[in-house]
Nanobody, 121 residues
């Protein structure tokens, strides 16, 4: 089945930008949405952004709206998260997932291993 691998994390200063990538391998029969989640130190995993299979619809958490952009390139089997105007509170391990557009944790069917994003002040 599908496996997901994130990349692009690293250290960046406040106000900087970073682009995360999530590459999917293997074939899947279902046309699921792709989503990004994050887990900050001492906090639970939270929803960040979602994009439908077709790429026609996107949705963002209020905390990142206007700063982050999710997109997908189905020809490359890759989903991206462009992060601009980064803040220290964005520091977290970021995970991509394949599942339902609702963003419910229980409706995610495949998870990546995560990539660390650290924003310094």
């Amino acid at each position: 089945q599908v496996q997901l691998v994130e990349s692009g994390g690293g250290l960046v200063q406040t106000g900087g930008s970073l682009r995360l990538s999530c590459a999917a391998s293997g074939r899947t029969f279902s046309r699921y949405a792709m989503l990004w989640f994050r887990r900050a130190p001492g906090k639970e995993r939270e929803f960040v952004a979602a994009v439908t299979w077709s790429g026609s619809s996107t949705y963002y958490a209020d905390s990142v709206k206007g700063r982050f952009t999710i997109s997908r390139d189905n020809a490359k089997n890759t989903v991206y998260l462009q992060m601009n105007s980064l803040k220290p509170e964005d520091t977290a391990v970021y995970y991509c997932a394949e599942g339902e557009y609702s963003g419910r944790i229980s409706q995610m069917y495949h998870w990546g291993q995560g990539t660390q994003v650290t924003v310094s002040s």
